[in-house]
């Protein structure tokens, strides 16, 4: 539903990641009605609701409950489903679960782009927002290195982004005892180094920051 990564029905803006399609309240009661090609009259009273409820939903000026969203999806013949599905860009809690997932199913070719969608939505937060961005540590993702990275990742959002750092990065699980290149091609490790920051340099994990930088 619509909101920031921490509130459902907040009306300001908020990041959509690649893989997770997130649909507004007001488009989908539009979205539904449309599909049955019902009024706004013929809806309101198939969900017995008042005309003006449904309008006020549809122009985003009132945010429904569960129980009345289900009402008025089921009056245009519909199903309400609650999933919640991994949201990597939301926190970097949801990264680390999501990165867990990708190791479990032998496929990390997307963390590094996940990663900076991550990036690019805290950039978009105020700093309140940033700070619960990156508040809550996530779990072991099963692969020490990831588990340094997250924490690299987090000390160097926390640097850019003007806030103080939590303190789950600086336990000793997010720090390596040597030198691990996040990408396998020998030939761009000068580079990498070059343009690793700080945060993860000394963690042992070498990426170039404009790899996290989703421009």
Avoid at 97 to 102: E, G, H, K, T, Y
Avoid at 121 to 144: H, I, K, N, W, Y
Wanted: aromatic residues 8%.
């Amino acid at each position: 539903m619509a909101g920031g990564p921490f509130g459902v029905g907040v009306t300001r803006a908020f990041c959509v990641s690649e893989y997770a399609y997130d649909m507004r309240t007001d488009e989908l009661v539009r979205r539904v009605r449309g599909d049955a090609a019902l009024s706004l009259r013929e809806l309101a009273s198939r969900s017995d609701l008042a005309v003006s409820t449904i309008h006020r939903v549809e122009q985003g000026e009132l945010h429904p409950t569960v129980e009345t969203l289900e009402r008025i999806v089921r009056a245009a013949g519909r199903r309400l489903t609650v999933d919640v599905p991994l949201d990597y860009s939301s926190s970097v809690l949801g990264l680390g679960l999501s990165i867990r997932a990708d190791l479990t199913a032998g496929d990390p070719s997307a963390i590094v782009r996940k990663s900076a969608e991550l990036v690019h939505c805290f950039e978009s937060f105020d700093r309140a927002d940033r700070r619960l961005m990156l508040s809550a540590e996530p779990p072991p993702t099963g692969q020490v290195e990831w588990d340094a990275f997250l924490g690299g990742l987090a000390e160097w959002l926390a640097t850019t982004g003007d806030i103080e750092s939590p303190t789950w990065p600086a336990a000793p699980g997010r720090f390596l005892g040597r030198g691990w290149w996040v990408t396998k091609m020998a030939s761009m490790r000068a580079w990498e180094y070059a343009g690793t920051p700080v945060s993860f340099q000394r963690r042992g994990v070498y990426l170039h920051r404009d790899s996290l930088i989703n421009r």
